[in-house]
């Protein structure tokens, strides 16, 4: 089993930035792909950013593309989204992901290969 927490989400003013940071516990973190999701109102849960177990390959979604930034250390078990210039397109629940234990050198990019959730966090847009 692997365990996530998620923090760092909250309210923005369009423009502005936030970084959510996820903790990993219960198994070892560095053998896991990673990925962070998101889920508006009366819509499905899509692929943010993923990252390979070794912080070597990222993906991004083509809205966040420029805009975030997802990096892992796995000293400290942390996976996290650097969120910059935001906008209210962008509010929803974010969610981070671990799917392995892997030694795949693509990020994995599909929601059904995701074998852990953390509880989600907030992050809201104003305009």
């Known amino acids: 089993q692997v365990q996530l927490v998620e923090s760092g989400g909250g309210l923005v003013q369009a423009g502005g930035s936030l970084r959510l940071s996820c903790a990993a516990s219960?198994?070892?973190?560095?053998?896991?792909?990673m990925g962070w999701f998101r889920q508006a109102p009366g819509k499905e849960r899509d692929v943010v950013a993923a990252?390979?177990?070794?912080?070597?390959?990222?993906y991004y979604a083509d809205p966040v593309k420029g805009r975030f930034t997802i990096s892992r250390d796995n000293a400290k078990n942390t996976v996290d989204l650097q969120m910059n210039s935001l906008k209210p397109e962008d509010t929803a629940i974010y969610y981070c992901?671990?799917?392995?234990?892997?030694?795949?050198?693509?990020?994995?990019?599909?929601?059904?290969?995701?074998?852990?959730w953390g509880q989600g966090t907030q992050v809201s847009v104003s305009s």
């Open positions: 990252i390979t177990w070794s912080g070597r390959i990222t």
């Open positions: 992901a671990a799917d392995g234990p892997t030694r795949s050198q693509v990020p994995t990019r599909t929601i059904h290969q995701y074998d852990y």
């Open positions: 219960g198994r070892t973190f560095s053998n896991y792909a």
